[in-house]
T-cell receptor
Framework: NAGVTQTPKFQVLKTGQSMTLQCAQD?????MYWYRQDPGMGLRLIYY???????DKGEVPNGYNVSRLNKREFSLRLESAAPSQTSVYFC????????????FGQGTRLTVV | QKEVEQDPGPLSVPEGAIVSLNCTYS??????FMWYRQYSRKGPELLMY????GNKEDGRFTAQVDKSSKYISLFIRDSQPSDSATYLC????????????FGKGTKLSVIP
């Protein structure tokens, strides 16, 4: 029973490098989300995809791009990583029509040096 | 202004104690209220949600919402060491909204 799976779990990048964080869910959920979690800041929404084929900006979208590849997969791309993007990134999914229960992945710990 | 205020703690209690965790919110449009639990180095998991004022019970957990004062609480009875985690409150404007607003979390330690 996998739920929401994120890869990689850990990553160290140099400033200016690019990378893509992968997320897949096996619950047939319509909506998917990317959050970042920083000490003292709580969880903040980066981007979300209400349904397959749509994406929208959240609270902190700058420096990121997303792709909803299909209903299962939602990726987050950092085109030119900056130290300010050092964070723990969580992918989540929900049924969508009533987003009262979001299921989260285990997180990706990203350090940009 | 979509803010949810939550005391970050840390909060340390002896095993068996009753724990009270609290949040306040400023957006009157919030209709749904959730509590998530997050163990160290794990993703958050939903504990409870409610959309009305009053109490909702689930085993040792009770969620309480007072919309008139914009105050939400989570009570844990007979606390256990396994309850040691960070507790996040989250609010949602409505069933059609996709943007959860999270509090910053309260770190709880239950000492055996």
């Amino acid at each position: 029973n996998a739920g929401v799976t994120q890869t990689p779990k850990f990553q160290v990048l140099k400033t200016g490098q690019s990378m893509t964080l992968q997320c897949a869910q096996d619950m047939n959920h319509n909506s998917m989300y990317w959050y970042r979690q920083d000490p003292g800041m709580g969880l903040r929404l980066i981007y979300y995809s209400a349904s397959e084929g749509t994406t929208d900006k959240g609270e902190v979208p700058n420096g990121y791009n997303v792709s909803r590849l299909n209903k299962r997969e939602f990726s987050l791309r950092l085109e030119s990583a900056a130290p300010s993007q050092t964070s723990v990134y969580f992918c989540a999914s929900s049924r969508g029509t009533s987003n009262t229960e979001a299921f989260f992945g285990q997180g990706t710990r990203l350090t940009v040096v | 202004q979509k803010e949810v205020e939550q005391d970050p703690g840390p909060l340390s209690v002896p095993e068996g104690a009753i724990v009270s965790l609290n949040c306040t919110y400023s957006n009157s449009a919030f209709q749904y209220f959730m509590w998530y639990r997050q163990y160290s180095r794990k993703g958050p998991e939903l504990l409870m949600y409610t959309y009305s004022s009053g109490n909702k019970e689930d085993g040792r957990f009770t969620a309480q919402v007072d919309k008139s004062s914009k105050y939400i609480s989570l009570f844990i009875r007979d606390s256990q060491p396994s309850d040691s985690a960070t507790y996040l409150c989250a609010d949602l404007e409505g069933a059609g909204s996709y943007q959860l607003t999270f509090g910053k979390g309260t770190k709880l330690s239950v000492i055996p």
